[in-house]
């Protein structure tokens, strides 16, 4: 149907939110069937909107040229400032780095994970660090003044520049966030956040919507960065609202391997990359900042190494670190082997088996093959074929691998090595923590050049 006034037609999806300018018969988002309704959005404001009303929406005219406000009209892009305190640093190296460089003002970052993985650890810390002269208000909803208080003292954390606020109460947070004007606002979590606007239920999807949408939309308009907690379900999703995916401008996800160590990663960024990875450690005194990830991912030995492992240097965004790869292979019980390997692509493990299988004649067909990391990191570039190959070889062949050898390299389907990106800055990570020989498809500060996986086979077995 027709435009109205001032407004303009969008889609959305009344399941997820997603929305786009024309109408579809399946949302692409959530896959639901039939859930697009036609919407109106006034001017360039969104969404209906009331519960902070007044005095958030009242500065949208006036809002600067920083972030992502809203502008009734267009200006030169020439005229739009730039500058360094366009973010705001946590001060904790790890979650600025993933989120590009800080927290971007007016921007709303959600922070996911399964509970207890330690997300109102790391909030609290960075809520400790926040490199602002500004209020800092920390919202709970999950615990007591007393308990994070309490937390605060056995972080060791100071406790005079963060003000507190133990309520649910959506009109409650707007009132405070209105008297206090924080600069670094942190909500613990969204599922906690209620209003008697959305239905008297706390906790269902149109409550956790419109009490995300009012904090976003005074963010948007602040000179603030705002962190909203989200737990999520065993699969991974964020519970129940995809929806908070879209109203946000960056959504970073918690992660654990089987032991302590926490993986942060950014699934959306508006203000950066999304392949940068935080790593962390679970202390006594909370989280702590892995900087040289290659000491949990690569396994010191002495003597002789056990048949199947090799070690690769692997990029995870800006940084590059090393890891082990650890193989095994079976008979296989029945006619059907299998590949078990879930920090690998098992499509990958298959592929070099084969090649080689075909290439240098051991035999896989028949075997069950598993693969690990060391660590627990996922690996997804391809600079890791040949290690693989090696891991797989020695496993196969039960030939352990000399000491002190890395290898870089793809590998194509015709076993040659093929080259890969930041190759000099890989065999350098390797060569600084003492790997001597390191297998790689050129010769650069002094690597071993190979061609082929045969030649890289004989240059260590
Ligand atoms: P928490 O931050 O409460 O997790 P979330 O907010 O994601 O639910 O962290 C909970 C776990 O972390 C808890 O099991 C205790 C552990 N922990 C430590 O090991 N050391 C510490 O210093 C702190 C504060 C927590
Ligand atoms: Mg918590």
């Not at 036609?38 to 007044?54: F, R, W, Y």
């Not at 976003?216 to 964020?238: M, N, P, Q, S, Y």
Request: some cysteine.
């Amino acid at each position: 149907s027709a435009k109205k006034k001032t407004g303009t037609v969008s889609f959305q999806c009344s399941s997820c939110g997603y929305s786009q300018p024309r109408w579809l018969g399946r949302c692409p988002d959530c896959g639901e069937w039939n859930t697009f309704v036609e919407v109106i959005l006034q001017d360039a404001s969104i969404g209906p909107g009331s519960i902070m009303n007044g005095a958030v929406r009242s500065s949208a005219a006036g809002a600067g040229t920083s972030g992502t406000s809203f502008m009734s009209r267009p200006i030169p892009l020439s005229a739009v400032e730039t500058r360094e305190t366009a973010r705001l640093c946590s001060g904790i190296g790890e979650l600025d780095r993933v989120l590009g460089g800080g927290a971007m003002k007016r921007s709303a970052i959600l922070v996911g994970g399964e509970p207890g993985i330690g997300k109102s650890t790391l909030l609290l810390q960075a809520a400790a660090s926040a490199q602002t002269a500004g209020r800092i208000l920390y919202v709970s909803g999950e615990e007591s003044a007393g308990q994070i208080r309490s937390r605060a003292d056995r972080l060791g954390l100071p406790l005079d520049r963060i003000e507190i606020l133990c309520t649910g109460r959506l009109e409650d947070i707007a009132r405070a966030l209105e008297e206090v004007s924080p600069v670094f606002v942190i909500v613990d979590s969204i599922q906690t956040v209620w209003s008697p606007e959305a239905g008297s239920i706390p906790g269902t999807v149109n409550q956790l919507k419109l009490c995300a949408h009012e904090l976003v939309c005074w963010v948007k308009e602040r000179d603030a960065v705002l962190f909203l907690v989200a737990h999520v379900t065993k699969d991974g999703t964020i519970a129940g609202p995809k929806a908070l995916e879209h109203l946000v401008d960056t959504v970073i996800s918690f992660e654990r391997n089987d032991e302590d160590v926490r993986f942060l990663r950014a699934h959306k960024n508006r203000f950066g990359s999304v392949d940068e990875l935080g790593i962390f450690q679970m202390t006594g005194q909370g989280l702590a900042a892995v900087e040289d990830p290659s000491s949990l991912f690569i396994v010191r030995r002495t003597g002789e190494l056990p048949p199947g492992v090799a070690v690769v240097p692997v990029f995870e965004g800006s940084r590059a670190f090393l890891v082990e790869i650890q193989a095994l292979t079976v008979p296989s019980k029945s006619s059907m082997t299998r590949v078990y390997s879930d920090r690998i692509d098992a499509a990958r493990v298959s592929r070099i088996a084969a090649v080689l299988e075909k290439r240098v004649g051991l035999r896989f067909s028949d075997q069950d093959i598993y693969v690990n990391v060391a660590g627990g990191v996922r690996l997804t570039e391809s600079a890791i074929d040949l290690a693989l190959a090696l891991a797989l070889y020695s496993a196969r062949t039960d030939m352990s691998p000399p000491q002190n050898v890395a290898s870089i390299g793809e590998l194509s389907l015709a076993g040659e090595v093929r080259p890969v990106g930041r190759l000099k800055a890989r065999i350098r990570a390797a060569t600084g923590l003492g790997f001597s020989t390191v297998l790689a498809p050129e010769k650069i500060d002094g690597s071993v050049a190979v061609r082929t996986i045969k030649e890289a086979l004989s240059a260590i077995f």
